[in-house]
């Protein structure tokens, strides 16, 4: 078990991670078609200013928006590999090869610690456009470390989920990381510290079965996709159509397992209202040998 | 009796056997040579079948109409049982199935998935397929079974946690989540077994433990082979492949270290000899408890964080 291979070759390790969003001049709203420059949406926090859709954004995104300014990178050497031999239509390999191009040094999650107005925060967001943020073994080990991190610091923990479920092409190990992950966060509860879980457009499947609706709090941004089953097989089991609004965040709310609903614009007052309301205390310094 | 495709050639010499005994009962030949020797050869068949058994057979095996489900055990295993209902929250789900019993000296909570054994009532349990009713209901005996100190069995055989509405509306997900967080807490101990299917999310819902353990002709996997053929493949038609690449084998968890040990089937696999593969059961059972009772609960609850904590394959790079 847990053999690591060692490799050589060297890992983007930076501190701070780059933005997710293309650079170009214009930006078109994914819920209603409003254009506005880009510039304008990444000063409103990516979300439409017409409609208020949250547009998807990356770990990069969310550091910057919820840490005063420096944070560091945590475990980012930590890689996905093919050790079952997957193949479907295309290998696993070749998946993670793809993935790697399109994200270099990056992981279905990224783990950072900084500050939010001077506290010390940990936050694990987890990145959609890395194989759909799917849960293999690399999120449920970042994970587990995030939190053998905090309990060491004595820091609050942010999860933000952002998923379509464990990753197949690692199989059993994959769904054991719902168990890994979930008893790790008991270990976290057991030593007092608080674990806030943020649901993003979409958090389902084993993520949600696991971590996500683990929290001391759970919220989650406006008309966020979030369940156990995806719609599509719910559908096509009960052989009926969804209920509007069915599995969003306004529907979680409803039924009593989210505590609230929140504007990414509100994010980081929010998260400083729940470190400052848990009375989390820590001597934790920001510094990069950490 | 019910014949799969890989046991066709099986069915040829059962029938042929049938024939023989027949004309022996109706007493004009002795046939006790030739069905001595058809005996043989049906067995040496079998032994040739079932030693080389690919995944998506083992898939078949598992949900074998006429497989012993955890109800059966539960009657063979123990000497007295008292089942519990209800999850104190809204519902009893008949998808799970737990209570009290005596095994030996020995009194456990036992918990399991049940499917039904005929149309009517694989309806009425749902076929194996729990709402987050069922999921609570098994917190709940294991939390009794926590307050009195007595070790939880668990028995694992279902296709998936139900995707329905109404599972979704009660929290199918926390109900999982929950039970996860709480089996890892849980002061006292837990022995888990993959009696049939073990699909996913629901199957893991009961399946934290400080052992696990497989029967010969189950799987145990993130996603059944039919759905994950589906997605990746886009079409139902690969599932045998999607069953090989899955490496969902008791022999394949043995070898990543996911399980503890395999529980040995009759020939043919459980539905050939069920009181038989009850008794084998009950023995693993016995020895196991003797063995976890004598550890600590600290030592216990330690073992376990670390049991789960080890899952996991990657690369460590390093500058
Ligand atoms: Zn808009």
Known sequence: MGWFKRLKKGVQTSSNLKKDTPDGLWFKCKGCGHTTTNKDISEHFYVCPKCGFHERIGPGEYFKIIFDGKYIRLFANLKSKDFLNFTDLKSYGDRLKAADKKKPGREAIEVAVGKVKQKPLVIAAMDFAYIGGSMGSVVGEKISRAVDYCIENRLPLLIISKSGGARMMESAFSLMQMAKTSIQLAQLSNAGLPFFSLMTNPTTGGVTASFAMLGDINFAEPKALIGFAGPRVIKETIKKDLPEGFQTSEFLLDHGFLDFITHRKDLKDTINDLIVLFNTKSDFKLTEDK | ?319
């Open chain 2, 1 to 319: 009796m019910v014949f799969l495709e890989f046991e066709k050639p099986l069915e040829k010499l059962h029938e042929q056997l049938e024939k023989l005994i027949q004309i022996n009962e109706e007493g004009e030949l002795d046939m006790s040579d030739k069905i001595k020797e058809l005996e043989n050869k049906i067995n040496k068949k079998s032994k040739e079948i079932f030693s080389n058994l690919s995944g998506w057979e083992r898939v078949q095996l598992s949900r074998h109409p006429q497989r012993p489900y955890t109800e059966f055990y539960i009657e063979h295993i123990t000497t007295k049982f008292v089942e519990l209902h209800g999850d104190r929250y809204f519902n009893d789900d008949k998808a799970i199935i737990g209570g009290l019993g005596k095994i030996g000296t020995q009194s456990v909570v036992i918990v399991g998935q049940q499917k039904g054994t005929n149309t009517k009532m694989r309806q009425y349990r749902n076929f194996g397929m729990a709402n987050p009713d069922g999921y609570r209901k098994a917190l709940r005996l294991m939390k009794l079974a926590e307050k009195f100190k007595l070790p939880v069995i668990t028995l694992i055989d279902t296709p998936g946690a139900y995707p329905g509405i109404e599972a979704e509306e009660r929290g199918q997900a926390e109900a999982i989540a929950r039970n996860l967080f709480e089996m890892a807490n849980l002061r006292t101990p837990i022995l888990a077994y993959v009696i049939g299917e073990g699909a996913s999310g629901g199957a893991l819902g009961i399946g934290i433990g400080d052992k696990v353990f497989m029967l010969e002709n189950t799987w145990y996997s993130v996603i059944s082979p039919e759905n994950c053929s589906t997605i990746l493949w886009r079409t139902w038609d690969y599932k045998e492949t999607a069953a090989e690449a899955l490496k969902l084998t008791p022999e394949h968890m043995l070898e990543f270290g996911l399980i503890e040990d395999i529980v040995k089937e009759p020939l043919g696999g459980a539905h050939k000899d069920p009181e038989k593969m009850a008794k084998t059961l009950k023995a693993h059972i016995v020895k196991q408890l003797k063995e976890i009772n004598e550890i600590d609960t600290d030592t216990l609850l330690k073992n376990r964080i670390e049991r789960y904590k080890n899952i996991g394959e990657f690369e460590e790079v390093t500058e």
